[in-house]
């Protein structure tokens, strides 16, 4: 098990910048891809980005490229997702997630452990 705590969500206008967190238990942190994903109402959950194990590779979905930047800091156990120019359009649940190496990054089915999320209320 691999529990893991999300923080940073909140009611932002758009334009402006959120920073999430998550926060994972135990001493095994740095053996897991992390990944980022977001589910609006009515929608399906969808990839948003993803960061290897060592934090030097990262995959981010199209929408969301040049906007959010995932980094991973493994002393402190935490993943982070930066969110700049914010629309309303990003709004919705962000959960993150860990994932052993040998799955795909942008399948929810690849994942393993969940968090519980964090919701993001972008305002026009």
């Known amino acids: 098990q691999v529990p893991l705590v999300e923080t940073g969500g909140g009611l932002v206008e758009a334009g402006g910048s959120l920073r999430l967190s998550c926060a994972a238990s135990?001493?095994?942190?740095?053996?897991?891809?992390m990944g980022w994903f977001r589910q609006a109402p009515g929608k399906e959950r969808e990839f948003v980005a993803a960061v290897s194990r060592s934090g030097i590779g990262t995959y981010n979905e199209d929408s969301v490229k040049g906007r959010f930047t995932i980094s991973r800091d493994n002393a402190k156990n935490t993943v982070y997702l930066q969110m700049n120019s914010l629309k309303p359009e990003d709004t919705a649940v962000y959960v993150c997630?860990?994932?052993?190496?040998?799955?795909?990054?942008?399948?929810?089915?690849?994942?393993?452990?969940w968090g519980q999320g964090t919701q993001v209320t972008v305002s026009s």
């Open positions: 135990g001493h095994t942190f740095s053996s897991y891809t």
């Open positions: 997630a860990a994932k052993l190496p040998t799955t795909s990054i942008y399948s929810p089915s690849g994942y393993n452990y």
